[in-house]
T-cell receptor
Framework: DAKTTQPNSMESNEEEPVHLPCNHS???????IHWYRQLPSQGPEYVIH???SNVNNRMASLAIAEDRKSSTLILHRATLRDAAVYYC????????????FGTGTRLTIIP | DAGITQSPRHKVTETGTPVTLRCHQT?????MYWYRQDPGHGLRLIHY???????DKGEVSDGYSVSRSKTEDFLLTLESATSSQTSVYFC?????????????FGPGTRLLVL
């Protein structure tokens, strides 16, 4: 599986937008970009995924670079509840059902 | 949220004791997974299942076995628990349909091996 690189930690003020970066320079054409997050003392939860085009859902937006070698998860208005570890994960479209987690980015929200 | 429960939620056991963790789902998802999470690591895959009686090893399978006799249940067994197996264990499920499908995670089981 191709690997991803994320900053270990980030801080953001409450009610401001947050941009969480992820580099994946060895991504293949069939890799989907997934984001999961893990709130304290909980299991991970799905946030968003995309292949080539930018994606929006009720939780966040995903901006994918034109060359697909990087992506950014955007939380439009961070709340204290968004404090979590965010994982950027690549998943092949062919026969690989597994998620390979890195260490993610720990996001701290400052009130 | 997929209806995923894990039992027990907390367990303390002694080295050398067999331990079985249970994952139960109510969503009829085809795929099920067991992960462990340790400080300084992300989640690491132990075993997974493509369906009833169809399982395979993940990256950290040594010392663990699994069974899936029903769609809704996926059991993880530590045949002889060791202190290195102290961890938080997460079960996950995924519907059939390919890798873009979402995985849904249970609440976790905290296991302490003394």
């Amino acid at each position: 599986d191709a690997k991803t690189t994320q900053p270990n930690s980030m801080e953001s003020n409450e009610e401001e937008p947050v941009h969480l970066p992820c580099n994946h320079s060895t991504i293949s054409g069939t890799d989907y970009i997934h984001w999961y997050r893990q709130l304290p003392s909980q299991g991970p939860e799905y946030v968003i995924h995309g292949l080539t085009s930018n994606v929006n859902n009720r939780m966040a937006s995903l901006a994918i670079a034109e060359d697909r070698k990087s992506s950014t998860l955007i939380l439009h208005r961070a709340t204290l509840r968004d404090a979590a570890v965010y994982y950027c994960i690549l998943r092949s479209n062919f026969g690989n059902e597994k998620l390979t987690f890195g260490t993610g980015t720990r996001l701290t929200i400052i009130p | 949220d997929a209806g995923i429960t894990q039992s027990p939620r907390h367990k303390v056991t002694e080295t050398g004791t067999p331990v079985t963790l249970r994952c139960h789902q109510t969503e009829n998802h085809r795929y099920m997974y067991w992960y462990r999470q340790d400080p300084g690591h992300g989640l690491r895959l132990i075993h997974y299942s493509y369906g009833v009686k169809d399982t395979d090893k993940g990256e950290v399978s040594d010392g663990y076995s699994v069974s899936r006799s029903k769609t809704e249940d996926f059991l993880l067994t530590l045949e002889s628990a060791t202190s290195s197996q102290t961890s938080v264990y997460f079960c996950a499920t995924q519907p059939a349909g390919g890798p873009p499908e979402t995985q849904y995670f249970g609440p976790g089981t905290r296991l302490l091996v003394l």
